[in-house]
């Protein structure tokens, strides 16, 4: 692996709970652009740990997170705007994670608002793209949440990250609550999206056969220190 090209890197993480319990031990993941970078592990081994170490959500107790070879401090309050524009989360329930009181378009526009200078007047087109690039059609702006299918909010939900246009796109167990079919078309949607745009994927999942199928490197994480299986 070339890391000379790496969009970001986590070296040598280590993570200890409030009560003094250490979760994650001299962990080391360099993520590529246009890869997909897999995390599996049993429940408890810090998998959604390290992703929110990532996105800035949870301090790390030592080693270091860099973006493009610049360092990134422990937590989002103290990144920088455009740190925080760059490392998106699509957490694992969108239903939870997208507001149920509004619009498809209402919900997209908002990391606009925050990341980008888009102009008010061009949002809508900008919203319109966004639900396409995610296999969605535009008019789906007008809708709620509670109005569409698990696979269509988890589409809502990573086009709601990449407007922000980010580096690294953090999919926390995206797949889990999908049958197989959606789930095959959120993996072909990543794979479309990380091509076309040069993304950086970090996909926590337990699903082995998605891996197998989907990832391009492996990050297997155990109760204790971490130990990287093979690609």
């Not at 001299?26 to 897999?38: E, F, I, M, S, W």
């Not at 107790?61 to 422990?74: A, K």
């Not at 009181?101 to 061009?122: D, E, F, I, N, S």
């Not at 702006?141 to 990449?162: D, F, N, W, Y």
Request: contains cysteine; glycine residues 8%; hydrophobic residues 40%.
């Amino acid at each position: 692996m070339n890391t000379s090209t790496a969009t970001a890197r986590v070296t040598g993480l280590s993570i200890t709970l409030p009560d003094g319990t250490p979760l994650l031990a001299d962990t080391t993941l360099t993520l590529q652009p246009g890869r997909v970078h897999a995390v599996t592990g049993p429940s408890g081994s810090g998998k959604t740990t390290l992703l929110r170490a990532l996105a800035g959500l949870h301090p790390a107790t030592t080693g270091t997170l860099t973006l493009h070879g610049r360092p990134l401090t422990g937590t989002h309050h103290t990144r920088t705007r455009e740190q925080l524009r760059r490392i998106q989360l699509v957490p694992q329930n969108p239903l939870g994670a997208l507001n149920p009181a509004r619009t498809v378009g209402a919900t997209l526009t908002r990391p606009l608002q925050l990341h980008t200078t888009t102009p008010p007047q061009q949002r809508p087109d900008r919203v319109a793209r966004l639900l396409t690039a995610v296999g969605l059609p535009p008019d789906f702006a007008t809708r709620h949440p509670g109005e569409l299918s698990g696979g269509q909010r988890q589409r809502v939900s990573i086009a709601r990250a990449l407007a922000a246009d980010p580096a690294v796109l953090l999919c926390d167990e995206i797949t889990s609550a999908l049958d197989a079919a959606t789930a095959d078309g959120i993996m072909a949607l990543l794979r479309d999206l990380r091509t076309a745009r040069g993304l950086a994927v970090v996909l926590v999942t337990h699903d082995l056969n998605l891996v197998a199928a989907h990832a391009d490197d492996t990050l297997h994480l155990t109760p204790g220190p971490l130990h990287p299986a093979a690609p």
